[in-house]
């Protein structure tokens, strides 16, 4: 987030400023006009494409309606720019074939553009969160929530608002993960900013991989990059009885305790803030690092993407210096950077040998998300392929 930022504008001859609010670290616009319902979506597209952020002070449902109206327009180019992108994409077969790895760069810069085109509407919003336009939502506990307490009034995209409202939503309601020995669900809460579980496959995984050994002696666990303490909770109700949850980011922290508490689990697991592992060994060290091998253009990717396999190498590496004669590790892990090419099961397999690792086994799954299945997105090629694996390892004797 950019600190003590201020964004400005004119309203006639009067020149405003406020708190500029960006969780993604995007600085303040330069160029900021005010618009009111009369501005069409053309004119605010062009406006956004050419670099004019809009504050908006009309109607705070006619300001969603045009941004829904903005996304129509960039995922539905004109005529013209169809007919241009045809010519770029002859001549482009023409002189070279795309790798994987081309084809995922594309893919972030278009997703990069998108959000940049639509992160253009603004909404400004008082010091105790409310917004002073008409027909807008009570939004004052979601913007407690995700952003603490404001001191002054601020500007924030109505994009990422948006999503800090959707956010709240799903911490109010919470998200199943399992079901309890009575066949109730249990639920996570997750926070904004923090990782949501929505992809289940791995869950299975964790629920129904075998227990290694070494628990009956030592009923012992670390889980390395908590979030919102789903895999701790699971590893608790599958009656493992001491474990220590790590995590770097302080929303994961706060998200997996008040999870661990409202569940009744606090005797069971401890969270601590730390860079991969806690001291001492465990009988079973837990790991779903983030898949793609990528620099996160945002605080909000750095779940999704690790520079340079940066944690995956990090805890393959400390696993020998973490686990108890006979434990295990579990890293759970997607193929998707393979099939994308951005890296290779050879890397993968010399990294788990040069930490001195040895795979005792290796459970497979296939992907449930919407997405694996839409031949429409870009990626479709890599998603369609995609296998989720837990690998069971073993320090080598």
Same mark, same amino acid.
Request: include cysteine.
């Given at each position: 987030m950019i600190q003590d930022a201020r964004i400005r504008w004119e309203e006639g001859d009067l020149a405003c400023s406020a708190f500029w609010h960006s969780e &993604?670290?995007?600085?303040?616009?330069?160029?900021?006009?005010?618009?009111?319902?009369? /501005?069409?979506?053309?004119d605010a597209y062009h406006l956004a494409c050419e670099g004019t952020a809009i504050l908006w002070k009309g109607d705070f449902q006619s300001a969603r309606q045009l941004l829904q109206a903005l996304v129509r327009r960039i995922d539905k180019p004109s005529k013209k720019s169809k007919r241009a992108g045809k010519r770029v994409d002859k001549l482009g077969e023409a002189t070279t074939q795309k790798t994987a790895k081309d084809i995922f760069n594309q893919y972030r810069l278009v997703k990069s553009q998108r959000a940049r085109i639509l992160g253009m509407l603004l909404i400004q919003c008082n010091a105790d969160h409310t917004i002073s336009l008409r027909r807008a939502p009570d939004i004052t506990q979601a913007c407690l929530? !995700?952003?603490?307490?404001? =001191?002054?009034?601020?500007?924030?995209? $109505? %994009?990422?608002?948006?999503?800090?409202?959707?956010?709240?939503?799903? %911490?109010? &309601?919470? $998200?199943?993960?399992l079901a309890d020995s009575d066949g109730e669900p249990v639920y996570v809460h997750p926070h904004y900013g923090v990782f949501s579980p929505v992809r289940g496959e791995y869950i299975e995984l964790v629920c129904n991989a075998p227990l290694p050994k070494a628990l009956d002696t030592d009923s012992s666990a670390f889980d390395i990059g908590v979030g919102t303490g789903v895999l701790s909770i699971i590893l608790a109700m599958r009656g493992v009885e001491?474990?220590? !949850?790590?995590?770097?980011?302080?929303? !994961?922290?706060?998200?997996?305790?008040? =999870?661990i508490t409202d569940? =009744?689990?606090?005797?069971?697991?401890?969270?601590?803030?730390? =860079?991969?592992?806690?001291?001492? %060994?465990?009988a079973l060290v837990v790991c779903n690092p983030p898949w793609i091998p990528a620099r996160p253009s945002s605080t909000l990717e750095h779940a999704v993407y690790d520079p340079d396999s940066?944690?995956?190498?990090?805890? #393959?590496?400390? $696993?020998?210096?973490? /686990?108890?004669?006979?434990?295990?590790?579990?890293?759970? #892990?997607?193929?998707?950077?393979?099939? $994308?090419?951005?890296r290779t099961r050879q890397e993968l397999l010399a990294w788990i040998e040069r930490a001195d690792l040895t795979v005792l086994a290796r459970?497979?799954?296939?992907?449930?998300?919407?997405?694996?299945?839409d031949?429409?997105?870009?990626?479709?090629?890599?998603?369609? !392929?995609?296998?989720?694996?837990?690998? %069971?390892?073993?320090?080598?004797?």
């Open positions: &993604n670290g995007i600085a303040p616009h330069k160029k900021v006009v005010t618009a009111h319902d009369t /501005l069409t979506a053309d929530e !995700a952003y603490g307490v404001a =001191n002054q009034s601020y500007v924030v995209s $109505l %994009r990422e608002l948006l999503g800090v409202i959707s956010a709240y939503e799903w %911490r109010k &309601n919470g $998200l199943p993960i001491q474990i220590i !949850a790590t995590d770097q980011d302080d929303r !994961a922290l706060v998200c997996a305790q008040e =999870n569940l =009744n689990l606090d005797s069971q697991i401890e969270i601590v803030k730390a =860079n991969l592992f806690p001291s001492g %060994r465990a940066h944690m995956l190498k990090g805890f #393959l590496d400390g $696993l020998k210096d973490h /686990l108890i004669p006979q434990g295990e590790a579990w890293l759970i #892990l997607s193929d998707l950077a393979e099939h $994308l090419g951005l459970i497979d799954t296939k992907p449930k998300h919407p997405k694996a299945g031949e429409s997105d870009l990626l479709h090629f890599a998603r369609s !392929a995609e296998i989720t694996s837990l690998w %069971r390892l073993r320090v080598q004797h």
